[in-house]
């Protein structure tokens, strides 16, 4: 199988892939195709209260809520997915826990600027300290929508979704402390996962992503301020997506690297470059328990604004920029339909819901998963009519409109499963 595995590569990433990785990392990586891919999660610290979710979860050392599962869930059907107490993440995107926990010691107002469909900005507020606010950003419309539904989900009242592209950005007055630019890439690291990455990839098509992540790093730069911290990640292995464009980032933008400590059973490999010798953190497939990720941690340096915006004015200031266009600002609030006041699902899911707010409904899982297949059944006998919140193991789930016969099922059509 391993040598099997070279007919379903591209040419071109064998022979640049296998010189820059060297004989061992390179058949180390052949080898790991022939493995089911890793499996991880993470706890929401928020809602997770410390029951055994898996059997034999292994933890991720650098992640604090991190674990490895021995086998894959069926995530979709499972209650305490979709009530956001874990989320499915892959293990070397969970390194930015360690990083912020590192580099970040206080407060601080945050940008994910590419954050669909959610996983690092859902870490990055609950690695961030209290009293944080984020901007959880996504161009595409559509990958938007399932950031939001995922934003909601973990329930944090600080973290605002927005839909917009960099430049966007640019025209505000928006500064900040901290910038995530998990950048669009070649998606070398979805090998494993998903056969279409293998399909699309071409150098043409890595020389093109390098040029798009320049032209996204100038354009957000203006809105970091001085002395502060951008993370660079990709999902690649290539040094034109990596090294050669944070060398890009300190020379022509004005940046210096950031060192954060590692331990050596982490198997993080460095610098693949042989010209370039600053500190990068790369996760292979093989040689990590990983599926792939690079990152880099830089502080802006040179002239600059030197205040980010304060985290207590985001919101208000957000409401302002005609340029943004604002998803969700953090409040969950009911929805008005004609007089009616109809609850939302992120009030159902929000932890600052209050636990008098509603009547509540314990469900099976049997009832649970129909429910959030949006199938509607009746409530037990003596429960109050009207806006009913149901919960699966104490956890909320959404909302039912109880009418005594039957009770009509709230939760959101988009959010619905498709399977049981």
Known sequence: MTHGT???????????????????RWDNFLRSFEEEPVVSIRLNPWKYKGEVLFEQAQPVPWCRQGFWLEQRPRFSTDPLFHAGVYYVQEAGSLFLDHVLRHCVPEPVTALDLCAAPGGKSTLMRAALPEGSVLISNEIDRRRANILLENILKQGHSDVLVTHNTAKDFSH????????????????????????????????????????????ILSDIWPCLRQDGLLIYSTCTFNLHENEENVRWIQEELGAELVAVPILPDWKITGSLWTEYNDPVYRFIPGTTRSEGLFMAVLRKRGNGPVYAVKPASVREQMHKYRHVHLLSDGIARAESKGK?????????????????????????????????????????????????????????????????????????????????
């Open 6 to 24: 070279n007919m379903f590569l591209p040419q071109d990433f064998i022979e640049y892939t296998a010189a820059l990785f060297g004989e061992e």
């Open 172 to 215: 505000t007055q928006m500064v900040f402390d901290v910038i995530l630019t998990d950048v669009p890439c070649s998606g070398e690291g979805l090998f494993r996962r998903e056969e279409g990455a293998i399909k699309e990839w071409s150098l043409t098509n890595v020389h093109f992503c390098q040029q798009r992540q320049r032209q």
């Open 340 to 420: 009616e006041q109809i609850p939302s699902i992120a009030q159902a899911l929000a932890l600052n819901t209050q636990e008098e707010q509603f009547p509540r409904v314990e469900l099976s899982l049997e009832l649970a998963q129909r429910y959030l297949h949006r199938e509607s059944f009746s409530l037990p006998a003596g429960t109050a009519q009207g806006f009913v919140l149901v919960t699966y193991q104490g956890y909320p789930l959404g909302f039912m409109k109880n009418l005594g016969s039957r009770a009509n099922n709230l939760y959101p059509k988009p959010w619905a499963i498709h399977k049981l």
